[in-house]
């Protein structure tokens, strides 16, 4: 299911991309202008009255891990085009687009170029988060959208409670430390081999578990463990969030 929510959300980019730089320039891309998303039929997606997840009250010191893949061209090393000589070929930046580019764009480059790659992690989310909350989410603790972060916080803030909520949740690995929350966590996308184990000191187990369904299923992490180790479950939510 997973999967064909990011591939049906890749088919949606390229054709939102052949407009990305014209809508852009000229101020009228909803997200960069912080529309609210249209709310989703279903009980998947949550309307306009969304509010962040419950998340610990002391927040994580490390961010969501990612599952690899290349850094987007918005955070390049080397040089960046100073603030004041960031304009675009035709029309002119929003507000909000020209703070999300600030210290952004590589000198040479674009910066309709590097708006484009915001725009595209705004739309990515916006799809998902009709088709499936938890995946939408899933997608950012996985670093599947490595931009999100910053790309919410300039470009769509509306779904900042995406955000929020992924970083307190797990990907598939293996956790251990300072990165461990003790609370109760919901698989998001899961596979029919998802499997998890938590352990305490000593490598004693304190549970562990199997879904051969494919079915979201829900644990906790306690006090004493010490490390907590995931295979096909996607990624893990941290419980009262929107599900």
């Given at each position: ?129 009709k088709a499936d909350r938890d995946t939408a989410v899933g997608a950012i603790v996985t670093g599947e959208i490595p931009d999100a972060k910053d790309a ?92």
């Amino acid at each position: 299911m997973r999967n064909t929510f990011l591939a049906c959300a890749a088919v949606v980019l390229t054709a939102a991309a052949l407009a990305a730089c014209g809508s852009s320039a000229d101020g009228n891309d909803p997200e960069a202008a912080g529309a609210q998303r249209p709310a989703a039929s279903g009980p998947a997606a949550p309307g306009p009255s969304t509010t962040a997840a419950t998340a610990p009250a002391t927040p994580p010191s490390e961010e969501p891990e990612a599952s690899g893949g290349s850094a987007p061209a918005a955070t390049a090393e080397g040089p960046k085009t100073p603030a004041d000589e960031i304009t675009p070929a035709t029309g002119t930046f929003t507000r909000k687009q020209k703070e999300y580019l600030k210290d952004r764009v590589p000198k040479g480059m674009d910066p309709a170029a590097v708006l484009q790659t915001g725009q595209e992690t705004c739309d990515k989310l916006r799809y998902l988060v009709k088709a499936d909350r938890d995946t939408a989410v899933g997608a950012i603790v996985t670093g599947e959208i490595p931009d999100a972060k910053d790309a919410v916080a300039g470009l769509c803030t509306q779904h900042q409670d995406l955000v929020d909520e992924a970083a307190y949740g797990y990907p598939d690995g293996k956790h251990s430390g300072k990165k461990l929350r003790p609370g109760g966590y919901r698989s998001a996308s899961p596979t029919t081999d998802c499997s998890w184990r938590i352990e305490g000191a000593g490598g004693k187990e304190l549970a562990s578990g199997a879904s051969g369904t494919g079915k979201s299923r829900k644990i906790t992490i306690p006090d004493s463990a010490v490390t907590f180790t995931s295979t096909g479950c996607y990624a893990w939510l941290p419980e009262g969030g929107e599900g």
